[in-house]
């Protein structure tokens, strides 16, 4: 099924203990659709300014990504990132935020964007998720990201929002600070519990990401790197994966089988993303190099107890 | 394989989200001691003061751990911890610490804790873990235990200790900070090309525990609780279970599927260790719950791939 994606489409300026980029192509948009280029076409709305040219587009072109909706603000400038990440990658700090053509985004879908059946809601205001899933009532797997800002000043707007899809995919802590549990099981079960998501996936960082349904808990670990040059766009890329892997089994029950398998192509092709800064690595990535990395995955968690006579 | 274990033996106060108490057994070496019982005998040394009675011995005796090496110093106090939990148990604030006996703690092991073949340094100054390791030279399978105070104010006795023992368990960030490694997995490699331990197992707390060899990385989620009392010695339980198992293992190659399961155990002991306050739990755990946890974490943890068409 064709997937559309809508959010932000970046200029980015990274420094990491690996080297820096003054100005690369980013943004969640941007990332998701590559990722779930990979499954099935993906439609990306979102807005660029004047400095977004050929080059940027091409990127997307090249792996069969419909840029159609790509909304072009004459005189404006593209939304534009800078941040620095500490020595171990486990803090990042934000140096610049210009939202320039993001600032008045205002979605607007073509006929094509709004049949898709697969839905992603990148992190935007929840007003304008909410306004989107609505332009898509056909969509039968929406699933939306969101972060700690929203929960902050737009809780009630984020949680109705939340109602409307499918599937929320969210870092740990935004899910603890969303629904007041300390743990993440209870934070997952409490989100379920709204009548909106059946899915539930919590984004772990370099430890991985969960997946909680009413019937399952699973839990996937970060592909082991030796080294990381770029984590930006990680999460995105991961939800590209997760999200195109369910758009490519549209016949099928969504079973916890398929969506642990969907978490791994997701944790296989983000593992690629920070292997390089920005998109690099994942706009000339393979389908032999993800089935590569998807087998070592399912060797690297292969877990079988043999028994054992416990004393007591 | 009888075990020895050399380390803390404590009374700690604890206050959580879930209640507190003012006084309650505790120590790296009684947590430890009471997760490996379920594997072998477990032999204990450690110094106690006057405050410690009878009712605290038989928690340990009740499980079959031989106490004859719990030394009791005449006129002192037992080591003392108190500590406050964040509401999401993700901080913690150390409100007092009193040495007491173990500030002048001088391991003395009998002739049986000394022929244990397996041996467990839990988490005391470099120099004392290194002088125990140089009086067990029969031991085939030697654990160490450690924290980020020895990193930093004793960092060359504590890479020389480290050089003499089998296995390594510490955090993932105290990992990092001893190698200056960015990423887990390469802290890891350059810990085993020391040429000491041929096994390092990572602690990521609420995330679960990390297996690395020369030939296996492995990553096991922690067993999901939906509602967590104290994790106060969850470490030093994960350690017991993973030890425990090895030990009970004797003839065995420590094989990558044997270690796979020795972290299966020792997840899952903790896991009921973080249920109730402080060693309540695991005081009267029986091998039947353990046995069931450890078959739900297998199907928790199952993936199998199905291949896919990928586009690209």
């Known amino acids: 099924m064709p997937v559309t994606v809508v959010g932000s489409i970046a200029f980015d300026a990274v420094k990491t203990a690996s080297g820096e980029r003054e100005k690369m192509l980013g943004g969640a948009a941007v990332h998701f659709a590559l990722a779930a280029s990979f499954f099935d076409e993906v439609r990306v709305v979102g807005p660029v300014g004047d400095d977004f040219g050929e080059a940027e587009l091409t990127v997307l072109r090249t792996r069969g990504v419909d840029v159609s909706d790509v909304e072009h603000v004459a005189g404006g400038r593209t939304f534009f990132w800078k941040g620095e990440y500490s020595w171990d990658f486990n803090e990042r700090e934000t140096l610049d935020t210009q939202l320039n053509v993001f600032e008045h985004f205002d979605p607007k879908l073509s006929d094509a964007s709004r049949s898709s059946e697969v839905l992603f809601l990148a992190n935007i205001v929840p007003d304008l998720q909410r306004q989107v899933r609505q332009q898509c009532p056909d969509a039968r797997f929406v699933a939306l990201d969101s972060m700690n800002l929203w929960i902050d000043i737009a809780r009630d707007s984020l949680v109705e929002t939340i109602g409307m899809v499918d599937c929320l995919i969210l870092n740990d802590g935004e899910l603890r600070q969303l ?34 349904t009413a019937e399952d808990y699973f839990q996937m670990p970060a592909f082991p790197l030796s080294t990381v040059v770029d984590p930006t766009g990680a999460g995105d890329t991961f939800a590209g994966g997760f999200v195109g892997y369910i758009a490519a089994h549209p016949g099928e029950e969504r079973s916890p089988e398929m969506l642990r398998r969907a978490m791994a192509y997701g944790t296989v092709i983000a593992s690629y993303n920070v292997e390089e800064f920005g998109t690099e690595r994942v706009a000339r990535l393979t389908g032999p190099e993800i089935a590569d990395r998807v087998a070592e995955l399912e060797r690297m968690m292969h877990f079988s107890d043999s028994p054992i006579q416990l004393r007591g």
Chains 1, 2 share one sequence.
């Open 179 to 212: 629904t007041g549990q300390a743990k993440l099981v209870g934070a997952a079960r409490e989100v379920l519990s709204w009548g909106g998501p059946s899915v539930v996936v919590a984004k772990l960082g370099e430890y991985g990401a969960a997946l909680i």
